[in-house]
């Protein structure tokens, strides 16, 4: 469930999100180093994926430095403030360009982005 209000008090915009996830600790492989063998051996180790809509909407932007706290059955996830926070990702028209073209092998994507740049280049010539 999504709890949002707007915060009262401020002149601010910004609005309170609240949102519980549920989610499972996944198995992933780490490469442990060993002295005497020339192959390392894949050691089992914990994964957690974070993904979705609901980061953004929570502030955490594309790109955007996070510090993460870690204590005994505890996450905390923040924004760190002391990093510089990176410009802002293109508008979400043109973010779409990458969302599936990044999943085609290298060689399949190069021509798709030349042609998107020149279409991209045309657009902006033409509103300009």
């Known amino acids: 469930m999504i709890n949002r209000h707007h915060m009262s008090g401020s002149t601010s915009k910004k609005r309170?999100?609240?949102r519980t996830q549920h989610i499972k600790v996944i198995k992933n492989y780490y490469p442990e180093p060993l002295k005497t063998?020339?192959?390392?051996?894949?050691?089992p180790i914990p994964q957690i994926n974070l993904k979705g809509f609901w980061l953004k909407e929570a502030g955490f932007p594309i790109n955007a430095p996070v510090k993460i706290q870690a204590m005994n059955e505890c996450i905390v996830i923040t924004i760190d403030h002391d990093r510089p926070m990176?410009?802002?990702?293109?508008?979400?028209?043109m973010e779409y360009r990458y969302l599936f073209?990044?999943?085609?092998?290298?060689?399949?994507?190069?021509?798709?982005?030349?042609?998107?740049d020149k279409w991209i280049?045309?657009?902006?010539?033409?509103?300009?």
């Open 16 to 18: 309170h999100f609240s």
């Open 101 to 116: 073209i990044d999943d085609l092998p290298g060689k399949h994507q190069a021509p798709i982005l030349g042609v998107i």
């Open 37 to 43: 063998d020339v192959y390392k051996r894949m050691r």
């Open 86 to 93: 990176p410009k802002p990702e293109m508008s979400n028209d």
């Open 121 to 128: 280049e045309q657009y902006k010539q033409a509103r300009s």
